[in-house]
């Protein structure tokens, strides 16, 4: 599921529903183009939901601030993503 996806099918519906002329018995291609739509929608809205759940999950970070020529001592700074920005 990629953000492409929901807009090909968004696309795809806008085509059918404003730009084909299409007729067939027991068949509107302006309810399919309709339905597609918010198919692409739906797959978009999910796809950012995903992408934005999956950047969370990312472990925590260690960056190393300072480092001691004299001591060998290190500072480290590690931040978590369900802590508070730091203002």
């Given at each position: 599921m990629t953000i492409a996806g929901g807009i090909i099918l968004i696309m795809l519906g806008a085509?059918?529903?404003?730009?084909?002329?299409?007729?067939?018995?027991?068949?509107?291609?302006?309810?399919?183009?309709?339905?597609?739509?918010?198919?692409?929608?739906?797959?978009?809205?999910?796809?950012?939901?995903?992408?934005?759940?999956?950047?969370?999950?990312?472990?925590?970070t260690t960056v190393v601030v300072e480092e001691d020529p004299v001591t060998h001592r290190r500072v480290y700074e590690e931040r978590h993503y369900d802590d508070p920005p730091v203002v």
């Open positions: 085509i059918f529903t404003w730009a084909v002329e299409f007729d067939l018995a027991g068949f509107d291609i302006n309810i399919l183009g309709v339905i597609l739509m918010l198919g692409g929608l739906v797959w978009l809205l999910i796809a950012i939901y995903r992408m934005n759940v999956a950047r969370r999950a990312i472990a925590p």
